[in-house]
């Protein structure tokens, strides 16, 4: 029977991307990661790695042992997941990440209720984009991953993975001035005269990026980007500061009026989707799901008080 231990590095290897990333990661030596695999393929009586350049890469056995060592992480997962649930107390720790908006917006209330509910419970949260969450939540590097999705840029769905919506982000054209009521003009009409004007936008690379140059596109201009953040409270200063304009989320305002002028996005492009990501097999926990039923009394809450405003 192959070494669980040792397979688990051959995954870290694969979702880690290098030696000394494992060995990082799991505070290991380099050189102890090296010994592990070897002694591994020794076991399996196969090649598992060949070198590329000054990297390694998986053979074709190798991943099929990954594969199926992902089968028996999963079902391991579903066993503390149903010991935990026999148990009268929630404890242990809960490991979160969420992009910004959701981080201001949802997570310190999800936070109070948690506390409330179980205070045995420990949470973690850290303030990461989606695209470095999502690989690091498959690193058992996270528990909980709160993840976004922008119109016609549909995310990969890892079978490792499962998703669980949490609220639909109205989406917005933000421009400088007062905040008021939606003008009468077509979404497309008020795209245009922004043509040579200056926009906020969040990287290159980024699916946001990707969305909103797309969407001027369609209004048949190139953006003037003159301004690249992921910090959608950084976007938000710039437009109430007359700098530039943005496409900006209802979640930016957290609950609050907004404080520039704001229009209608074109049919179809206007909500984001916000939602949760587990590995698969650990939905069933209690703290996983202690952690999403907060989000979403969370979300309830904030809608409140956007209607009482």
């Not at 790695?49 to 998986?58: A, S």
């Not at 001035?177 to 690379?205: F, I, K, Q, Y």
Request: net charge negative.
């Amino acid at each position: 029977m192959f070494d669980l231990r040792r397979l688990r590095l051959l995954r870290e290897l694969k979702h880690r991307g290098t030696l000394a990333a494992v060995a990082a990661a799991l505070s290991y030596a380099p050189s102890s990661v090296s010994q592990q695999l070897s002694q591994l393929e020794t076991e399996v009586g196969v090649r598992l790695l060949e070198p590329v350049g000054r990297r390694v890469r998986l053979t074709e056995q190798a991943e099929i042992l990954v594969a199926h060592t992902e089968a028996v992480l999963e079902r391991l997962e579903r066993a503390e997941a149903e010991i935990a649930a026999s148990l009268t107390e929630l404890t242990g720790t809960l490991r979160i990440a969420s992009f910004q908006t959701a981080a201001l917006a949802l997570v310190p209330t999800a936070l109070g209720l948690l506390r409330n509910l179980h205070p045995q419970l420990r949470v973690q949260v850290t303030q990461m984009e989606p695209e470095k969450a999502l690989p690091a939540l498959q690193a058992h590097d996270f528990d909980l991953v709160l993840a976004e999705e922008y119109p016609g840029n549909p995310n990969p769905r890892p079978a490792d993975l499962e998703q669980e919506d949490l609220l639909d982000d109205p989406l917005h054209l933000a421009l400088p001035g007062p905040a008021d009521r939606p003008g009468a003009e077509s979404p497309t009409a008020a795209l245009r005269p922004l043509a040579n004007h200056p926009w906020v936008m969040e990287p290159e690379g980024t699916t946001a990026r990707h969305w909103a140059v797309a969407l001027c596109r369609g209004a048949g201009f190139e953006p003037d980007v003159r301004f690249e953040t992921t910090d959608l409270l950084l976007h938000l200063r710039l437009v109430e500061q007359g700098h530039a304009a943005a496409f900006l989320p209802d979640l930016v305002w957290s609950g609050h009026p907004p404080t520039v002028t704001l229009r209608r996005l074109p049919s179809g492009q206007g909500t984001r989707r916000v939602f949760t990501v587990v590995r698969r097999g650990r939905g069933q926990h209690p703290a996983i799901q202690a952690g999403r039923d907060a989000l979403l009394r969370a979300v309830a809450l904030t809608a409140h008080h956007v209607r009482d405003h």
